[in-house]
C-alpha cells in the first residue's frame, strides 16, 4: 500500500469503497479451497485469513480517522504493522463459516462506509477537517485494500498443486 496521495476521479466514494469490499469478497469465495501455503507478495506473505483481516482493519482505521476529524480529535496513528505480521490465525484454514463471517464483517463495514460518505456534502469530502487526505482520496485510496485479496488471488481453478 502507497502513501502517495491517492489519485481520485468523478465516481462516488461510497460506491469505490463498496465496489472494492464486493471485489474482495468475490475473490474470497474461492478461498475454501486453499491448500494452507502461504502466498508471497514482495516481502510479504498472504493468506486468506490474513487478507480478510487486513482489508477489514485498513477500513476500521480509516473510519476511526475520518470520525475523529469530523468530531474535531485528534487522531490516533496505527501502531501495529499488521501486514507485516502473520498470526498463527492467519495460517488456519479458511472454512465456509470463516467465508460466512467475512461476507458478514465485510458487508456492515460497506455499509457503515456508505452511510459515512453519503452523509458527507461535496465540500466535506474535498475540504476535509483536520490534518491528512480528503475523505475522497481516503476513499480512494481504501480501494488498494483489494491489493491484500488479490495477493491470495482467485483460487477457484487451483487444485491442491499449490
Known amino acids: 500500500m502507497s502513501d502517495e496521495i491517492p489519485t481520485t476521479d468523478d ?3 461510497a460506491l469505490v469503497v463498496s465496489l472494492m469490499i464486493d471485489y474482495v469478497l468475490d475473490l474470497a469465495a474461492t478461498w475454501t479451497t486453499w491448500d494452507g501455503h502461504p502466498v508471497r507478495a514482495g516481502d510479504r506473505i498472504y493468506t486468506p485469513h490474513k487478507a ?12 476511526a480517522e475520518v470520525d475523529a476529524r469530523l468530531a474535531g480529535n485528534p487522531t490516533i496513528p496505527d501502531r501495529w504493522h499488521a501486514s ?11 472454512t465456509d463459516q470463516d467465508l460466512d ?12 462506509w456508505t452511510n459515512r460518505l453519503s452523509a458527507l ?6 475540504r476535509s477537517p483536520g490534518a491528512g487526505w480528503t475523505f475522497r ?4 485510496h481504501l480501494a ?9 488471488g482467485d483460487l477457484s481453478a487451483v487444485g491442491s498443486d499449490r
Not at 101 to 112: D, V
Not at 137 to 140: L, N, V
Not at 144 to 152: I, L
Request: charged share 25%; aromatic share 8%; no cysteine.
Open 11 to 13: 465516481r462516488e466514494p
Open 84 to 94: 507485516a505480521s502473520t498470526t498463527p490465525g492467519d495460517l488456519a484454514p479458511f
Open 52 to 63: 480478510i483481516r487486513r482489508v477489514a482493519d485498513h477500513l476500521i482505521d480509516h473510519l
Open 121 to 126: 456534502t461535496l465540500d466535506q469530502l474535498d
Open 137 to 140: 482520496q481516503i476513499a480512494f
Open 101 to 112: 463471517e467475512a461476507k458478514s464483517r465485510l458487508t456492515r463495514l460497506s455499509q457503515i
Open 144 to 152: 488498494g485494500s483489494a491489493y491484500y485479496a488479490d495477493a491470495v
